[in-house]
C-alpha cells in the first residue's frame, strides 16, 4: 500500500466541518502543517480559545477522520489558538517565545508573613506534598506526575504519588495496579504500590460511575481520607496528581493541605496556556509556592531522523513562566514511546530508565528536589498530628 502523505492527510480533512458546520476545516485555513511520522499523523487545529471546550468534538472527529484512512497507524490532533481565529473572534495572541536567562529561583518559600493563617495539618512522616496541577484535561498531567515521581525516587527520595483526580482517576492505569487496599486494623489503609512507588487512587476505591456523582463537600472528604488515612510511612515527598481545573478538589488541597509547592503542566498552545496561567493564579492567591512549569508534548522527535519539529508551537510554557516569573522546569517532549508505555501500565520512567526521556524527567525532578530541599534541609515540614 502506497504511504499516506500529508497531502492526503489534508485532503481527508476536508471531510471534517469547520466550527458552526460551515465549509471544512482545511478550506478556513485552520489545520497547521500535517507531519507524518512512522505511519501517524500530527497537526493542530486553530479556534477561538473561548471556544476550545465546546470544539472538542471536532478535534476528535479529524482525529478519527485521519486515524481511519487506510494504510494510517494513528493521528494526533491539537486545537490550539494561535492563528487569527475562525469565527470572526479576537484572536489570542501568543507569547513570544525566548532565550531564558537561567532559572534564578532556588528558594520558592518566603517565610510565612506576620498574621497569615495558621499552618494547616500536615500528614506525620511526609515532608513535603507538591501537587501536580494543570489548568485543562488531557495535557498528560498524570503522565507527567507518575513520571516526576518516579523520577524522585531515582534521585534516591522516598516517594509515593496520590491520585486526587476522583472523577477520572488515571494513577491505577498509568502504574499498571489494580484491586483494592487492604485496611490495617480496619482503620488505616495499606496504599497499593509498584516499581517501589506507594500510590493511592480513588480508582482502588470505589468505581468511576460512583464517584461521577460526587458532589464538593463528598470530594472534600474523600480526598483528605486518602491523604490522612493511609499508611504513607516516611516519605520525602508526596506527589499529588490533582485533578485538571481550578474547583473544588483543588481548592480542598489548597485550603487544607500544607501543600510545599505546586508544578504546573501545560502544552504549548496558547489554550493549555491560557488555562495554565489560571491554575498559577490560583496557587498564587491561596499562596501556595509554584515550583515551576513544564511544557509537555514540547516539540515531536521523529523516530526514524530524530530531528525535532514545532508542529505545537514550541516554547510557549517557558516564555510564559519567564512573564510571570516561574521557574521553567523543562520541555517533554511528544513521545510515542511516552504516550505507549504509559497507557500499558510501565511508564517511562521505568521502561526506558536510561533513555532521553527519562533523563529529562529526572532533570525536571531534580529541580524540583532543589527546591524542596534546599541547603540540605526540608523547607516547610509538616508538623506531627496525633490522630485521636
Ligand atoms: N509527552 C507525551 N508524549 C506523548 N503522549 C503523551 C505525552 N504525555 C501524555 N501523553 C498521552 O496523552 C494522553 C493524556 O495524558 P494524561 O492522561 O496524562 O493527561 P491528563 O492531563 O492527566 O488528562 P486528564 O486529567 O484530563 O485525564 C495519554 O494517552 C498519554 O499517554
Known amino acids: 500500500m502506497a504511504e499516506v502523505t500529508s497531502k492526503d492527510v489534508l485532503e481527508k480533512l476536508k471531510t471534517v466541518r469547520g466550527p458552526d458546520m460551515e465549509g471544512n476545516i482545511v478550506d478556513l485555513g485552520l489545520v497547521s502543517d500535517v507531519f507524518i511520522s512512522d505511519g501517524k499523523a500530527y497537526f493542530s487545529i486553530t479556534v477561538p480559545a473561548e471556544r476550545a471546550k465546546e470544539l472538542e468534538p471536532l478535534r476528535q472527529a479529524a482525529e478519527r477522520a485521519v486515524k481511519d484512512m487506510p494504510g494510517m497507524k494513528g493521528a494526533f490532533a491539537a486545537l490550539t489558538a494561535d492563528k487569527k481565529a475562525a469565527s470572526g473572534q479576537a484572536p489570542v495572541s501568543r507569547p513570544q517565545a525566548g532565550p531564558v536567562q537561567g532559572h534564578g529561583h532556588a528558594h520558592p518559600h518566603p517565610p510565612r508573613p506576620a498574621g497569615a493563617p495558621a499552618p494547616k495539618p500536615g500528614i506525620p512522616g511526609v515532608k513535603h506534598i507538591i501537587a501536580v496541577a494543570s489548568g485543562k484535561g488531557g495535557v498528560g498531567k498524570s503522565t507527567t506526575s507518575v513520571n516526576i515521581a518516579l523520577a524522585l525516587q531515582s534521585l534516591g527520595l522516598k516517594t509515593a504519588i496520590l491520585d486526587a483526580d476522583i472523577y477520572g482517576p488515571s494513577v491505577p492505569r498509568l502504574l499498571g495496579v489494580s484491586g483494592r487496599p487492604q485496611q490495617i486494623d480496619g482503620k488505616i489503609i495499606k496504599p497499593m504500590e509498584n516499581y517501589g512507588l506507594k500510590a493511592m487512587s480513588m480508582g482502588f476505591l470505589v468505581d468511576e460511575d460512583v464517584a461521577m456523582i460526587w ?51 501545560s502544552t504549548p498552545q496558547d489554550l493549555a496556556l491560557i488555562d495554565a496561567r489560571k491554575a498559577v493564579t490560583m496557587f498564587k492567591k491561596v499562596e501556595i509556592p509554584l515550583l515551576g512549569l513544564v511544557e509537555n508534548m514540547s516539540h515531536f522527535i521523529c523516530p526514524s531522523c530524530g530531528t525535532s519539529h514545532d508542529i505545537f508551537g514550541h516554547g510557549g510554557a517557558r516564555a510564559e513562566a519567564e512573564k510571570i516569573g516561574v521557574p521553567f522546569l523543562g520541555e517533554i517532549p511528544l513521545a510515542m514511546t511516552i504516550r505507549e508505555n504509559s497507557d500499558s501500565g510501565t511508564p517511562v520512567m521505568v521502561s526506558a530508565a536510561d533513555g532521553p526521556h527519562a533523563k529529562v524527567y529526572r532533570e525536571i525532578a531534580t529541580k524540583i528536589a532543589d527546591q524542596l530541599f534546599a541547603d540540605g534541609k526540608a523547607v516547610r515540614t509538616a508538623p506531627e498530628i496525633i490522630f485521636e
Not at 508526596?238 to 508544578?263: E, F, K, N, W
Open 215 to 265: 458532589r464538593g463537600p463528598m470530594i472534600q472528604s474523600a480526598l483528605l481520607q486518602m491523604l490522612r488515612e493511609v499508611a504513607w510511612g516516611d516519605l520525602d515527598v508526596l506527589v499529588v496528581d490533582m485533578p485538571p481545573g481550578t474547583g473544588d478538589a483543588q481548592l480542598t488541597m489548597a485550603q487544607q493541605v500544607p501543600l510545599s509547592g505546586a508544578v504546573i503542566v
